[in-house]
C-alpha cells in the first residue's frame, strides 16, 4: 500500500480543458514534491512546497499544500498535449531527503 | 552538467541469472538513490548513500540484492539469482546534501 494516495490514476481529457490531480496521505510531511516523468525516462522535478497552505503557479499549473502539510494537489489549466504524462508526488518526512511516491496520475491530453 | 547516468539502459536476463546496474552521479553530489519502479506505480525507495556509506536500505530490498558505493562516486546494484518479479524499471537519483534529487534515465530489467 502507498503512504501517498493519487487520484485519479488515470485522466484523459481534450486539449483546452483543465484537470486537477490529488495526492492524499494520512502522514505529515516536511515538504512535498511533485514530478513529471515521460515513458523510458526518470521524474523530473516540477515543485516543492514547504509551507502549509502554500500555493505555487508553474505557468498554467498551480500547485497547492494543505494546511495541515498532509495533502498537495496539482491543477493545469488548458492542457495541452505536451502536458501528456505520468504525475508523481512525492512526500518527505523530518529527517533525510528519502522520498516517499505516491503511485502516480497517468494524463493523457488529447489534440 | 551531465546528469545522472546509468547503464546499461535495458537488460534482458533468465530467471536464475545474475545482473549487475551500474550509476554515475552528478560528480558533487555526495547523496546517491536508487529506487525501483514496476509499470504503473510510483517509484519505491531501495536504498541510499551518503559519500560511501549505505544509510538506509528498504525492506523491499531482499538477500539477492546488494548495493554498493565503493569510493563514494559511481554504485552499483546487483541482484542474485533473479526472479521474474524483479521486473522493474531501477532508478538511479542523487543530490547534495537537501537538495532536490535529480534522476537518471533508469535501467528497465526483463526477467524471462
Known amino acids: 500500500t502507498q503512504l501517498l494516495e493519487q487520484s485519479p490514476q488515470f485522466l484523459s481529457i481534450q486539449e483546452g480543458e483543465n484537470l486537477t490531480v490529488y495526492c492524499n496521505s494520512s502522514s505529515v510531511f516536511s515538504s512535498l514534491q511533485w514530478y513529471r516523468q515521460e515513458p523510458g525516462e526518470g521524474p523530473v522535478l516540477l515543485v516543492t512546497v514547504v509551507t502549509g497552505g502554500e500555493v505555487k503557479k508553474l505557468k498554467r499549473l498551480t500547485f497547492q499544500f494543505g494546511d495541515a502539510r498532509k495533502d498537495s494537489s496539482l491543477h493545469i489549466t488548458a492542457a495541452q498535449p505536451g502536458d501528456t504524462g505520468l504525475y508523481l508526488c512525492a512526500g518527505i518526512k523530518a529527517a533525510g531527503n528519502k522520498l516517499t511516491f505516491g503511485g502516480g496520475t497517468r494524463v493523457l491530453v488529447k489534440p | 552538467d551531465t546528469g545522472v547516468s546509468q547503464n546499461p539502459r535495458h537488460k534482458i536476463t533468465k530467471r536464475g541469472q545474475n545482473v549487475t546496474f551500474r550509476c554515475d552521479p552528478i560528480s558533487e553530489h555526495n547523496r546517491l538513490y536508487w529506487y525501483r519502479q514496476t509499470l504503473g506505480q510510483g517509484p519505491e525507495f531501495l536504498t541510499y548513500f551518503q559519500n560511501e556509506a549505505q544509510l538506509e536500505k528498504s525492506r523491499l530490498l531482499s538477500d539477492r540484492f546488494s548495493a554498493e558505493r565503493p569510493k563514494g562516486s559511481f554504485s552499483t546494484l546487483e541482484i542474485q539469482r533473479t526472479e521474474q518479479g524483479d521486473s522493474a524499471m531501477y532508478l538511479c537519483?542523487?543530490?547534495?546534501?537537501?537538495?532536490?534529487?535529480?534522476f537518471g534515465n533508469g535501467t528497465r530489467l526483463t526477467v524471462t
Open positions: 537519483a542523487s543530490s547534495f546534501h537537501n537538495s532536490p534529487l535529480h
